[in-house]
């Protein structure tokens, strides 16, 4: 950790395997310390990301053409790699620039990345031998799984460095070059992950690093040979890039493969048969591990009002026990959230919870950026099931109750389901099994 506070290296884009310096720079601050600089980057022009996909598409034909063990042993290369000799390394530049406490950094980007790398050799082994299994008389019939006509650009998050890694390495482990955008938040860990790459022997070309201006980038999805988008972040902005890749369908030489995940609202509905102590500590844990900044963390909760008095009183004094800090402090659960827009954008939707009628806040409710961006783990009581932080992602540390009436419970499993446009994640707490087949059923295409 204090290897990564002093150095703060000068980042380049990567183009071709060449460092590429625009001069056109940022930086990348600790969200918990925001006086403290861990790297300044270059950011890639709308030339340089256009020379990106150029030299994706020139590095296509030999990557393409190598043998699976030899792309496949880049990846396994780097696991060991990531699992050794860079895990302390990666372990605090995520602790420090994204914000995540040590057990949250290491089930990350290394642990998970660390999957993802020897998964994706074990499944398109397994992809690769699935072939056709009768052949008529004379006939031999084979199946050939060809790359994308293109290169894969590659868009990834703050939240998970692993992410970032996976969707450069599925797309490349099949045969496929990429562009990779990251998050301007995440520049130094993803910088570890392409130099671990390269010293794991990954030719030139197969992954191109370009941080930089979404205005920039991304004007590589009308580019002619796009062959896919690969995509992890707000609804909002994947809506945007899905819109304009239809809207330039005939300009492709083939049709892009877009592949996103977006948003979510989780929800935990809690039956009065629930147990209380294991609805408090998974609420917990959901709601407020690494800030709420998770597309499946806890934001929505349905209690009956006959547990809300114990569920209320445990709740509310875990809540309180939690410690939050600095990244440098091993003991803390919580830390800062990502960023100042961040920041700003959480405290609007607690300050206006405190101004509304239907609300109350129970636990949290503190904000402070003069050090760094800490939002304190709030808990909104609200009488109204559509409030709005009932209803829209916050990505921040806020949960949002509703107490409800028992013998109402089916009715509300129709409310859980119609109450927010998001799909992704949720829990049912009950102990009665026609309950939990009840709940399961209403809420299938909720989660």
């Not at 509703?402 to 949720?426: C, E, N, R």
Request: glycine letters at 6%; proline letters at 4%.
């Amino acid at each position: 950790m204090d290897k990564v506070l002093a150095e703060c290296p000068d980042i380049p884009c990567i183009v071709g395997g060449k460092e590429v310096r625009t001069g056109k720079t940022s930086k990348q601050i600790m969200p918990s310390n925001k006086s403290h600089t861990l790297c300044t980057y270059h950011q890639a022009d709308q030339k340089t990301a256009m020379e990106a996909a150029h030299a994706a598409l020139e590095a296509k034909t030999h990557w393409e053409n190598l043998p699976f063990a030899d792309r496949a042993s880049v990846f396994l290369k780097a696991a060991d790699l990531l699992a050794t000799k860079y895990r302390a390394e990666i372990c605090a530049a995520t602790m420090l620039g994204t914000g995540k406490n040590v057990w949250q950094a290491e089930v990350d980007c290394t642990v998970e990345t660390i999957d993802f790398w020897r998964f994706g050799v074990k499944y398109a082994t397994e992809i690769y031998a699935m072939q056709p299994p009768e052949n008529d008389f004379g006939v031999w019939n084979r199946m050939e799984y060809r790359p994308l006509e293109g290169f894969v650009l590659a868009v990834t998050p703050f939240n998970f460095l692993a992410i970032g890694a996976n969707l450069n390495s599925s797309p490349n482990i099949m045969g496929n070059t990429t562009v990779w955008k990251p998050a301007d938040t995440t520049i130094l860990g993803s910088w570890l992950i392409y130099k671990i790459l390269k010293e794991a022997g990954l030719p030139d070309g197969v992954v191109n690093f370009v941080p930089g201006q979404p205005v920039d980038i991304g004007k590589l999805i009308t580019h002619p040979n796009l062959g896919g988008l690969h995509f992890t972040g707000s609804t909002k902005t994947f809506n945007h890039m899905w819109k304009t890749v239809a809207d330039n369908l005939d300009t492709y030489h083939a049709y892009p493969r877009v592949v996103g995940e977006t948003g979510g609202k989780n929800f935990h509905v809690i039956h009065e048969s629930a147990d209380v102590d294991h609805v408090v500590n998974s609420t917990v844990r959901g709601a407020f591990e690494y800030q709420g900044q998770k597309c499946s963390a806890t934001s929505r909760m349905y209690v009956p009002s006959n547990l809300w008095p114990q569920i209320k009183e445990k709740l509310v004094a875990a809540t309180k026990a939690i410690k939050q800090g600095c990244v440098t402090d091993f003991e803390v659960f919580m830390t800062a959230v990502i960023d100042e827009t961040a920041f700003d954008r959480i405290s609007k939707y607690i300050a206006d919870a405190k101004a509304s009628s239907s609300c109350e806040i129970i636990a949290g409710g503190g904000c402070d950026k003069s050090k760094g961006f800490f939002v304190e783990p709030t808990i909104i009581e609200t009488t109204d099931m559509n409030y709005t932080t009932m209803r829209e992602e916050i990505f921040g540390p806020v949960l949002t109750i509703y107490v409800y009436d028992p013998a109402h419970f089916s009715s509300v499993l129709t409310a859980v389901d119609k109450g927010s446009s998001y799909a992704l994640t949720g829990s049912i707490f009950a102990q009665d099994r026609y309950v939990i087949a009840e709940a399961a059923a209403a809420l299938r295409n909720s989660a």
